[in-house]
């Protein structure tokens, strides 16, 4: 059942691909270990790529960066490769310093939409070493949670993952104080390039971030009417349905407001 539907999606893909460039200058890895459900103390990891140029950043996970890297060059032609690409982040952030502009995917659909970036940042007087590189502290309060943030000065660029950024150097490590949503930075390096694959998004539709939250609430809908394509058993459908229900229940998204 999950080869067919992740079959149907790398078809839709493939149907609506087209790219956007990202000119990249720098680099960061970031390492995330983050907790989805709130009904156990279950952690899961994954990694992803912050891209930078003098004037914006670009997020995205690994996964979905080396999956549009190989649509770009038509080298992901098999069901086999495309699973060992799946991921639970599938969305695009851009970051200037006015704006994020963050595109999601939802149900097999894009939807995009802007923010202010206004993090408001306080940076206390605590240091230490991450990555090789002296780091200081600073707190906020964003999205429902408090964050720490450790950012590195001598690495002059205001971005950090995913939404974070806006302090005087690169954030390095950022999490909640609940420890639910924990990034690292594990790798920073010069990439003089142009990612093809930035953004492989299409037919986006642009709505306010208000209106993208309700349709990704409501998200279970449409899941269910694409799997009930494939599924005859009355009893199997209903099965699913409840573990849908409970997984909603539980989910511990990392933005618990909306700012």
């Not at 899961?44 to 996964?63: G, P, R, V």
């Not at 890297?69 to 495309?82: G, Q």
């Not at 894009?110 to 408001?120: A, S």
Request: charged content about 30%; proline content about 2%.
């Amino acid at each position: 059942m999950k080869k067919i539907i992740i079959l149907f999606h790398l078809l839709i893909v493939a149907i609506i691909f087209s790219q956007k460039k990202f000119d990249v200058v720098y680099e960061a890895d970031y390492k995330l270990n983050y907790k989805l459900s709130n009904a156990n103390n279950y952690k899961k990891e994954t990694t992803f790529a912050l891209l930078i140029n003098e004037k914006s950043s670009f997020f995205k996970d690994l996964h979905r960066y080396i999956s549009d890297s190989l649509l770009v060059e038509k080298k992901l032609n098999t069901l086999e490769e495309a699973m060992k690409y799946n991921t639970d982040f599938r969305g695009y952030i851009g970051t200037t310093s006015a704006k994020l502009y963050v595109t999601d995917e939802i149900n097999y659909a894009y939807f995009g939409y802007e923010e202010p970036n206004n993090i408001n940042w306080k940076i206390k007087n605590e240091f230490k070493t991450i990555a090789g590189y002296k780091c200081q502290r600073a707190e906020a309060t964003k999205y429902g949670r408090t964050w720490i943030a450790w950012f590195a000065s001598e690495i002059p660029f205001q971005f950090g993952p995913y939404k974070f950024n806006g302090l005087p150097g690169l954030i390095a490590e950022v999490y909640d104080t609940k420890d639910d949503y924990h990034y690292t930075l594990y790798a920073f390096r010069k990439r003089k390039y142009t990612c093809k694959s930035a953004n492989n998004a299409t037919n986006v539709k642009n709505l306010t971030k208000e209106k993208v939250a309700e349709i990704f609430k409501n998200r279970l809908a449409g899941k269910l009417r694409l799997n009930e394509q494939f599924i005859e058993n009355a009893e199997d459908r209903e099965y699913m349905k409840q573990n849908a229900i409970k997984a909603e229940k539980n989910y511990n998204p990392i933005e618990l407001s909306l700012y």
